[in-house]
């Protein structure tokens, strides 16, 4: 309901305004009236209207007056005069105080409804408009955060693009950020980022998003004083705004180290952080980002885990390298050898000289790596060696070459897969997975009431799980779970003739431990369950 306050010094006007017009049926409440305009002010200040009724001519203190005084401290108050003197000068003070309207005594009921209705639309539309308003300044702060850190990423990419609007933008924001002033930007790279992204779902990756920014900022607030936020998957940086003292590079390293050392505490995850040069204006912030990024770019040479700054770069040694076709030629004839201590020796060799080469030594030593790959697959086709298995992680290999952060990383990833073609070529000249057969067998027959694992039986014969499935099935046409439930099932046949032995002493005789289990497994072997086959055989 809108409320009414009714302001005439005649008390007939009033209660005929009061009682002989339905006020309810526009939702509006008479809630107090008044005999002049001095009272009138104190009426309104206890009841806070929205609508004021007013005769314009009273004895202390007429309408042009009050509303004069309305106008100045309740703006929003609508105002209708309603005089008995067609007074011209009147009308016009009445619009200047912004009145409503104007209507002359007596008032036309008809007319007065014409006039209300025309009131509670003005209302209603404002009501709706200071409802979007309040609305968009809800959201407006909900999305505070992402716009500081939408025009924090502007300020690293772009720089300052209006310096009259700077300090501005900073107050709105909520930024200290002055134009002159100390800056250092630090970027601080996610080692692993794929590996992390891959074992997490979305949300957990945003919560550990959201978990390094509110400890890096709770760090940088208690040591320096600036902000971070995250730039992009994996990256977050810093601006570091320093007072002016000494030693302030030695409390920007400080400050590092506890950043890297807090977010392995308490998030387990490892981060290499690139350090820029130190700045004295905003508008210079892209080019410590740039030295930031770069520096953090040489974990790719220096490793993970590591405070990189512009220092690192300033010493490095460069070296051209190529790799040149005698090397390829020593390679390629270390596999066919099936010679991995060669192998080794040689990838040494490429991927220390790769180390020298930083100019552009990521785009090109994964491109070497990639050629090294194919030159393995390509010489196991050449010798006819089987390659189920091997060429399915060759493929994935290739794919994973793009996601190693580390030079070194990388160096393992191309290694053991060489030297695993190494031995299956090795296998393939000497006959030795016939042995690793033979083994695998002879140590199922022996263990095969313990709880066996495939990778039990790796570890005995020092192969991995996946190369282990792969040459038993290539060499027997089953796979060693089927071998075992083979052999189980064997000896339990033989225990079985006996009548002294229960059916559950068998079960886990054999290497089971639920005997429903088993005799599901043997009645699948042997299309008879256990009980059956006893009836049968004695």
């Known amino acids: 309901m809108y409320k009414l306050v009714i302001v005439d010094d005649e008390p007939t006007v009033r209660f005929g305004l009061r009682t002989y017009f339905d006020w309810n049926a526009y939702g509006i409440e008479v809630v ?12 309104i200040e206890r009841l806070k209207p929205d609508l004021v009724l007013t005769d314009v001519r009273m004895p202390n203190m007429d309408g042009i007056q009050m509303s004069n005084r309305l106008s100045e401290r309740f703006p929003h108050i609508k105002i209708v005069f309603v005089s008995g003197h067609d007074d ?9 105080v912004k009145a409503v309207d104007y209507m002359f005594k007596p008032v036309n009921l008809g007319e007065l409804s014409v006039v209300v209705e025309r009131l509670v639309r003005t209302l209603q539309t404002e009501k709706q408009e200071r409802k979007l308003i309040e609305d968009m300044q809800v959201k407006l702060i909900q999305s505070m955060p992402l716009l500081r850190e939408k025009f924090l990423m502007s300020l690293i990419r772009e720089g300052v693009t209006f310096p009259t609007r700077i300090q501005d933008r900073t107050q709105f924001l909520g930024l200290e950020l002055p134009l002159e002033a100390t800056y250092w ?7 692993n980022a794929s590996e992390v992204a891959q074992t997490r779902s979305e949300r957990d990756q945003q919560l550990l998003s959201y978990s390094v920014l509110n400890i890096v900022q709770e760090l940088i607030e208690k040591e320096i004083g600036g902000y971070v936020f995250e730039n992009q998957i994996g990256e977050f940086v810093g601006i570091l705004r320093l007072v002016e003292q000494e030693d302030q590079e030695s409390l920007l ?27 004295s204006r905003l508008a210079s912030l892209p080019q410590s980002y740039s030295q930031a990024r770069e520096a953090a770019d040489q974990r790719w040479f220096l490793g993970k885990n590591q405070i990189i700054s512009m220092d690192n770069l300033e010493q490095r040694e460069e070296s051209m390298y190529r790799f040149d076709p005698a090397q390829n030629e020593r390679l390629i004839s270390s596999l066919k050898a099936a010679e991995a201590g060669k192998v080794q020796e040689e990838l040494h060799v490429i991927y220390s000289a790769l180390s020298r080469n930083r100019a552009e030594g990521m785009p090109y030593g994964r491109n070497l790596s990639l050629q090294l790959l194919l030159l393995a697959s390509r010489i196991l086709l ?7 298995g091997l060429e399915e992680k060759g493929n994935e290999l290739l794919a994973e070459v793009f996601q190693q952060e580390t030079l070194d990383d990388l160096r393992w990833l191309v290694e053991s897969h060489l030297i695993e073609v190494c031995e299956r070529i090795g296998e393939k000249r ?11 067998r002879s140590l199922i027959d022996k263990r095969f009431a313990e709880n066996l694992q495939v990778g039990d039986i790796a570890k005995e014969v020092f192969l991995s799980t996946t190369y282990l499935c792969l040459l038993f099935k290539q060499e027997t046409g089953e796979t060693i779970n089927e071998y075992m439930t083979k052999v189980r099932v064997d000896k339990a046949k033989e225990l079985l003739k006996d009548p002294s032995n229960k059916f559950y002493e068998v079960c886990y005789a054999v290497g089971y431990s639920d005997p429903s289990y088993f005799s599901k497994i043997f009645k699948k072997y042997t299309g008879h369950t256990p009980s059956s086959f006893r009836d049968q055989v004695l």
């Open 88 to 96: 011209v000068e009147y009308l016009k003070s009445a619009l200047q």
């Open 382 to 388: 050449e010798l006819n060696v089987h390659r189920q």
């Open 185 to 191: 930007v630090i970027a601080i790279r996610m080692d």
């Open 430 to 440: 000497s006959g030795k997975a016939k042995n690793v057969i033979e083994r695998i």
């Open 253 to 279: 390293f400080t400050l590092a180290e506890e950043v890297r050392e807090s977010l392995y505490n308490y998030l387990k995850i490892s981060v290499t952080i690139g350090v820029g040069e130190r700045i």
């Open 32 to 43: 107090g009236d008044a005999d002049d305009g001095d009272v009138a002010l104190e009426v």
